[in-house]
């Protein structure tokens, strides 16, 4: 592992490490998908993932304890963005969407991912949510290059959300990752194309669009964790660890259920033309 400044370069059998860490995440969601249903408390989930996670030599969830979190992943429910605390009281109902953040730490290299998972049939208007984040996602991946910058990701989420009337929560950034969950650089979902730390091959980033579906402003809880959308508009949250090889971005999470297609059970039904006019966008939906 070399240092840039304040951010480590990893080699490839680094990468190849937290591309393990990265593995059982993505098999825990593809064990976690069936379990998603109305009825089912976010603290059961918690339960599982923690025994799951456990159940692969030499890993452990890295959010347990991680600056004092209680749970060993973060599920956020509608309003909740991010850092929702897992809870036996809290059950999910029809119509939600939760969506769970996720660190593993495998002899000592992380890797961190976020799926928002549908509860049931959901809204026109959560349906799109979760296609726009998703498509934010595979967007900003793809510009994480070798030679280019890290506004460059931010400039592309916030194209893919320009035309809709979906709010980029900007105050809530990705980062580097590797030994520790979070490093150097951060990496905001806004930003100029050029702009910002130069990306380089051996660079790791969790690369994670939060957005919702009114205002971008967020209000933490009591709880000093829970971060809402301040006027309790439903948001979204995907994340990938993504390694900057020289041939261009490795997706260090993949698998599973990111391979499964985007649209979300329901959608179909409903038809384009009422999920463009729920939301207001003008632009195409992705297939
Ligand atoms: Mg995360
Ligand atoms: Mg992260």
């Known amino acids: 592992m070399k240092r840039k400044g304040s951010i480590f370069l990893k080699s490839p059998r680094e990468i190849r490490a937290m591309a393990r860490s990265g593995a059982i995440i993505a098999d825990l969601f593809r064990e976690l998908k069936p379990m998603v249903r109305p009825g089912v408390s976010t603290g059961e989930l918690d339960r599982f993932a923690e025994d799951f996670i456990r159940s692969h030599s030499g890993a452990v969830p890295a959010f347990k304890g991680l600056y004092g979190f209680p749970g060993s992943v973060c599920a956020s429910v509608n309003a909740q963005v991010v850092h929702g605390i897992p809870s036996r009281g809290t059950r999910l109902r029809d ?9 593993v730490r495998r002899r000592g290299w992380c890797a961190d991912s976020a799926f928002t998972f549908p509860v049931g049939e959901i809204s026109a208007t959560a349906a799109r949510l979760l296609e726009v984040t998703r498509m934010a996602l595979d967007m900003a991946v793809s510009a994480a290059r070798a030679g280019g910058h890290v506004g460059d990701i931010g400039a592309v989420v916030e194209r893919c959300v320009r035309d809709t009337r979906l709010s980029i929560v900007r ?6 990752v590797g030994r520790s969950i979070h490093e150097d650089p951060q990496v905001a979902n ?30 933490t809880l009591p709880d000093r964790w829970t ?35 985007v649209a979300v059970e329901g959608v179909a039904r409903r038809g384009a033309a009422e999920l463009a006019e729920a939301v207001g966008t003008t632009a195409t939906v992705p297939q």
């Open 95 to 103: 119509g939600d969407i939760v969506s769970i953040d996720v660190g």
């Open 171 to 176: 105050d809530l950034v990705g980062h580097g």
């Open 190 to 219: 806004v930003g100029r194309r050029g702009s910002g730390e130069p990306l380089r091959a051996g660079m790791a980033l969790a690369i994670e669009p939060m957005l919702s579906a009114g205002t971008d402003a967020i209000v």
């Open 227 to 261: 971060v809402v959308t301040a006027d309790g508009s439903l948001s979204a949250h995907f994340e990938h660890t993504v390694a900057i090889a020289a041939a261009g971005p490795e997706i260090l999470t993949g698998g599973g259920i990111w391979d499964e297609p």
